[in-house]
């Protein structure tokens, strides 16, 4: 079974004067029973790799262009991500789908981009609060996850992240049956199209985890760990949802 993994997304926040929470959180956890992924803004990529080298701490980018170069002012490709070190990059975020027009056919070429540089593509899908109060929820993460998830995908090059909209900064949080039934749908989904080897596809819940509310998110069936926003920008918050997610192993 491929580890579990605790994600943290920092957004547009961060000065290096932020890389002393990357190196509280570091220190922390020197010997982590599940994998430990930061994605810091691109601007912090190559300090973050360089301070975290050789310990069990990835970094990772936030976005990638689907070119390998090109003529695309300031976008960052996935090769350029691995080069700075990063290992992973977060792709179809709802703040790039809505902010920057991301479709799902995008979302699975910059997931290719990622595949093709030797990235991990952390794939986001989630329904917005208008869609699931309509009952659609099921029908949107399907269509996206189809969408967006490249047919190479397998459990070592792709997780992915399903993020309710409106839980993403908000506080609100999908009940514990609602996240079960999102995540077994999505795990059904995963192993109708690549068959077994998708039992060890690593499932994110994303959207409002902090540390009163890991634990029991962590204990729901096919939820394989987190992508944490808000909360993992210091260590004295992600590192409590780091522990829960150990402790649910
Ligand atoms: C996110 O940005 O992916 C996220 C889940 O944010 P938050 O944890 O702050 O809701």
């Known amino acids: 079974m491929t580890r579990k993994l605790a994600a943290g997304n920092w ?3 961060g000065t290096r004067a932020a890389l002393e929470n990357l190196s509280a959180i570091a220190e922390a956890h020197t010997a982590p029973s599940v994998d430990i992924l930061i994605c810091p803004p691109a601007t912090l990529l190559m300090q973050s790799a360089g301070l975290t080298s050789g310990k069990p701490l990835d970094i990772g980018a936030q976005d990638c262009h689907a070119q390998a170069s090109g003529a695309h002012t300031g ?3 996935a090769p350029m ?4 070190g990063g290992t992973a990059v977060i792709v179809g975020h709802s703040e790039r789908r809505e902010n920057h027009n991301e479709t799902n056919d995008l979302v699975r070429q910059k997931a290719q981009a990622a595949h093709d540089a030797g990235l991990i593509a952390v794939i986001c899908i989630g329904e917005t609060l208008e869609q699931r109060e309509s009952g659609q929820t099921l029908e949107i993460v399907g269509d996206q ?3 967006s998830t490249p047919e190479g995908a397998t459990p ?3 997780v992915i992240a399903y993020e309710p909209v409106w839980a993403i900064g908000t506080g609100k949080v999908p009940t ?4 079960g039934e999102v995540h077994d749908f999505i795990r059904k989904s995963l192993t109708d199209r690549f068959g077994e080897a998708a039992q060890d ?3 994110l ?4 985890v902090k540390p009163g509310n890991a634990a029991e998110i962590f204990a729901v069936s096919n939820v394989d760990g987190a992508l944490v926003g808000g909360a993992s920008l210091k260590e004295g918050d992600f590192s409590p949802i780091i522990n829960a997610l150990e402790a649910a192993v």
């Open 201 to 203: 596809m690593r499932i």
């Open 11 to 13: 957004k547009m926040n």
């Open 156 to 158: 070592a090059n792709t």
């Open 75 to 77: 976008d960052i490709s």
């Open 145 to 147: 996850l189809t969408g």
């Open 176 to 179: 514990l049956d609602q996240i």
């Open 81 to 84: 991500i691995k080069d700075a």
């Open 205 to 208: 819940y994303g959207g409002s």
